[in-house]
């Protein structure tokens, strides 16, 4: 399973709880490639993720902001996942928030993530086009242009699979 030697697991379940909170350590971990965040911009890119608006709303920036600002992050900062300067208002991620960012990944039925399936699709597939274009013995005798087709289809099938076995958290994500 993933690495818990920080954080126990229903602390990481008590992180993931919260919309805002899971957004927070998405922007922190993924976004601003693990650099600070000042809390504005923070709550500028939650509230747009929320409202489905950019710029977002003032009063739906201000709810994250003091929400962030009051709750959150200092809870975040807590339990050691974030670094917050309440004085400069900025956030870093600590080693512990990719504890947590590895939990927000989906993970197949199998234990592999789906990042994963579509990394080694992808690499799967150059490799194969490059070999028959270079001439290596057996698979020079499918045309190149066959084999990225048929890695496109099954990446298309993948994809197709992933969002019909995701079908009810997708469909619940866009009801909001």
Known sequence: MFNTDTLSEETIYEVLAN???REAIRHLTVESTG?????????????ARET?????????????????HQTHLPKLEELGV???????????PSDRAR???QYMEVVTSHGVTWSEVYRSLGVASLTLVLWSLV????????DPV?????????????????????RWYIRQSLQG
């Open 19 to 21: 919309s805002r909170r």
């Open 82 to 92: 974030v670094d917050y300067d309440r004085d400069a208002r900025e956030v870093h």
């Open 146 to 166: 066959l084999w990225t087709s048929g890695s496109l289809a099954l990446f298309a099938l993948l994809v197709t699979y992933q969002l019909w076995s995701n």
């Open 99 to 101: 504890d947590v960012d």
């Open 35 to 47: 650099e600070a965040t000042t809390l504005h911009e923070l709550s500028q890119e939650i509230a």
């Open 52 to 68: 489905g608006e950019s710029p977002p709303p003032r009063p739906a920036r201000e709810s994250v902001y003091n929400s962030l």
């Open 135 to 142: 001439g290596f013995p057996v698979v020079s005798t499918v």
